[in-house]
């Protein structure tokens, strides 16, 4: 199994950005998909789920309205669009099937 996420960077207040996570090594279509991710000195806290067929959508409160989580099974892949962000979104974003984990990707809110 991989994951492979990538699209995190440096962004103003306000700003967007989009992570890609690419799966690799299993069935894909046959998973649900998370979104975690991790601020310094903070636990690694969920962020968003998109079940097998993206029929059902969770999103933790703080990132609800903001964030969209979306999938591509034909590419193996699922993203995050993550609109207005704010200082708070700053962390390490993680793509996630149950045990398995990407090596994550920074994403920095700054002005």
């Known amino acids: 199994v991989q994951l492979v996420e990538s699209g995190g960077g440096l962004v103003q207040p306000g700003g967007s950005l989009r992570l890609t996570c690419v799966a690799s090594?299993?069935?894909?279509?046959?998973?649900?998909m998370r979104w975690y991710r991790q601020a310094p000195g903070k636990e690694r806290e969920f962020v968003a789920l998109?079940?097998?067929?993206?029929?059902?959508?969770i999103y933790a409160d703080s990132v609800k309205g903001r964030f969209t989580i979306s999938r591509d099974n034909a590419m193996n892949t699922v993203y995050l669009q993550m609109n207005s962000l704010k200082f708070e979104d700053t962390a390490v974003y993680y793509c996630?099937?149950?045990?398995?984990w990407g090596q994550g990707t920074q994403v920095t809110v700054s002005s």
């Open positions: 996630n099937r149950g045990g398995d």
């Open positions: 090594g299993f069935s894909f279509s046959s998973f649900d």
């Open positions: 998109i079940t097998r067929s993206g029929g059902t959508i």
